[in-house]
């Protein structure tokens, strides 16, 4: 990660959870730029994550915007989190020209809080594969709610908020944000969940849906093996055996140890692309929760990067293949 990075998502555990997420997000390509928010209550360290992830994506070559709600003009509605920031604003300024029937040109500001005016400038345009990533609060909220393409909520203790722990912040939640909590089910509905209890580390709970979605996932390898689904999974998957095209079979080590503990072994297959087409990767597809695929991100090692895959029944799955090719 860059320099730039705040040191609140700096250490290798949570640059990995970052860099799990942007290859998540890289995966999706809709043909409109990635409209990704990054939601939490007051302190919870939406902004030096948001940027965190900006730079994880701009480092695998892919176009990224930082945005913010902050800008907007706050109207002191206590409680009433709809009339918090000026949403309509910032949906018509940005999320609808970056959206599939927009025209690419969007305006980061809004609100001139100096003068309480709108902010007149020229619009910027994106390109079409840009990812967008807004940090805020109540994003999950009308108008917003139904433009984002992806969500990641920071679940935070407010006590513990990596923000309050620098002081920067009253760390007690604001009754707008425990209304907010209580209505939208922010966290439920969010299609990426991070837990962030802890200054010093990050915790990928759920990526690819909200909390009711399931995800397809092609295994050839470690992820087969009932001692690892039972440490990883906490129980065992029933697959179907399908296989992937195109591809070869090469073999990797490990070092991390738990990985080695759980599988028995530091050997573990990876797949690469092959020159042959009638070559083909046997391997099973497992209906995963959205929180046993961020367990799976979890267990891979950095060698792999999940994608997603045509496999040879027609079916789209993700899978893990080498990290260098893909």
């Not at 609100?111 to 994003?139: C, M, N, R, T």
């Not at 969940?193 to 990928?204: K, R, T």
């Not at 759920?206 to 996932?217: D, E, K, N, V, Y």
């Not at 055996?241 to 990797?252: A, Q, Y």
Request: proline share 9%.
């Amino acid at each position: 990660m860059t320099e730039l990075i705040a040191d609140a998502v700096s250490g290798p555990a949570r640059d990995r959870v970052v860099n799990r997420i942007a290859d998540h997000l890289l995966a999706h390509r809709p043909g409109h730029p990635l409209r990704v928010a990054v939601d939490g209550v007051a302190a919870a360290g939406k902004t030096a994550f948001a940027r965190a992830l900006v730079a994880a994506i701009e480092e695998r070559g892919r176009p990224a915007v930082y945005l913010s709600t902050a800008g907007l003009r706050y109207r002191h509605a206590p409680g009433n989190y709809l009339n918090a920031y000026d949403f309509p604003a910032f949906a018509s300024a940005v999320l609808l020209p970056l959206g599939p029937d927009g025209d690419r040109r969007y305006h980061p500001g809004v609100i001139d809080l100096d003068v309480d005016q709108p902010v007149e400038e020229p619009a910027a345009i994106a390109p079409d594969d840009a990812v967008a990533v807004v940090d805020g609060s109540f994003l999950q909220c009308e108008p917003l709610a139904a433009l984002w393409d992806e969500v990641v909520y920071l679940d935070t203790d407010p006590a513990l908020a990596p923000d309050a722990a620098e002081g920067a912040n009253d760390p007690r939640p604001e009754p707008t944000h425990l209304r907010y909590l209580s209505k939208e089910e922010p966290l439920r509905r969010a299609t990426i969940l991070v837990g962030w209890d802890d200054v010093d580390s990050l915790v990928l709970r759920r990526i690819g849906g909200p909390q009711s979605a399931t995800a397809q996932l092609f295994s050839y390898g470690t992820l087969r093996l009932p001692s690892v689904q039972v440490a990883r999974f906490g129980r065992e998957l029933v697959g179907v055996p399908d296989t992937l095209p195109g591809h070869r079979t090469d073999w990797v080590s490990v070092t991390d140890p738990a990985v080695i503990a759980d599988s028995g072994t530091d050997k573990h297959p990876i797949v690469r692309p092959s020159a042959d087409p009638a070559d083909a990767v046997p391997g099973t597809v497992f209906k995963v929760t959205t929180t046993e695929l961020a367990a799976a991100d979890d267990y891979e090692v950095d060698d792999y990067r999940r994608v997603p895959v045509r496999l040879g029944s027609g079916a789209t799955a993700w899978a893990y293949l080498d990290s260098a090719g893909t």
